[in-house]
């Protein structure tokens, strides 16, 4: 494995993100599986169906990171136009692939057949590969780093399980978590004194407000396993140590 920092940004694209009228799940899973993959999500964007602000983000996400994931905006009607902003980002044609022609041919040929608007999800910025979907028949892309995936959550699922293993990555970041009833600012010098003892380790502190009281989740994060059992260790020693019992797996 590799011990270098992988990273990858996502693109949102979707006016009804934007909205408010649909809620996005695809950052959670997609962030989830790329963990599990070695790669770090860094960054996400959410931007408006308009090929202006889907190029600038492409050009500038992917020129950053090593992997760039686009959902939405692939389907067979006029307002899915993230292919043609991503070829125009790339500089080449858009073209009919002939693989996902014929897939789509033989999903549609008890459906309705292949129309117009469906011939539509066939189109790739010249130079793509396909990523298969078992769900709907209309494949994803790749091009390069860049993957162009569905907005519908549980098609982005079977196109992220079809890539499974096939990206280059580093190691996974592993975490365990902790929590206590503290007021976070109490216990601030104590986390940052725990995380500087130890190197390689992350500590992110959520506070919470309930039944009238405060208190705080600690994510201790490391890719290495015997690192993180002692940072989170040590960081439960002290606090029991101050008066506030630890609950682990979180409050």
């Known amino acids: 494995m590799n011990e270098r920092i992988w990273t990858a940004a996502l693109i949102v694209i979707g006016d009804e993100i934007l909205s408010g009228r649909t809620q996005d799940k695809n950052i959670a899973q997609i962030a989830s ?21 889907i190029v600038e983000a492409v050009n500038t996400l992917r020129a950053r990171n090593d992997y760039l994931f686009t959902t939405g905006g692939i389907g067979p009607t006029h307002d899915d136009i993230t292919v043609d902003a991503i070829a125009l980002a790339l500089g080449v044609e858009v073209v009919v692939h002939p693989k996902a022609r014929a897939v789509l041919g033989a999903y549609y040929e008890t459906r309705g057949g292949l129309t117009e608007a469906r011939l539509r999800m066939a189109r790739v910025p010249q130079g793509a590969d396909l990523i298969e979907n078992r769900m709907s028949g209309a494949p994803g892309i790749r091009h390069g780093n860049i993957f162009i995936m569905a907005g519908v959550p549980h098609i982005t699922a079977g196109m992220l399980e079809s890539l499974t293993g096939t990206l280059e990555g580093g190691l996974p970041l592993l975490s365990r978590t902790i929590g206590c009833w503290v007021a976070e600012s109490e216990i601030a010098d104590l986390l940052g004194r725990t995380e500087k003892a130890h190197v390689g380790c992350q500590i992110g502190s959520y506070p919470f407000f309930r039944d009238g009281r405060t208190g705080a989740n600690f994510v201790i ?18 606090l029991e140590k101050g008066g506030w019992p630890v609950t682990d797996g979180g409050v």
């Open 221 to 238: 994060r490391s890719t290495d396993a015997a690192a993180l059992d002692a940072c989170t260790d040590e960081l439960a020693r002290a």
């Open 33 to 53: 599986w790329l963990n599990v993959q070695g790669i770090r999500l860094r960054e996400v964007r959410v931007v408006p169906d308009v090929a202006d602000a």
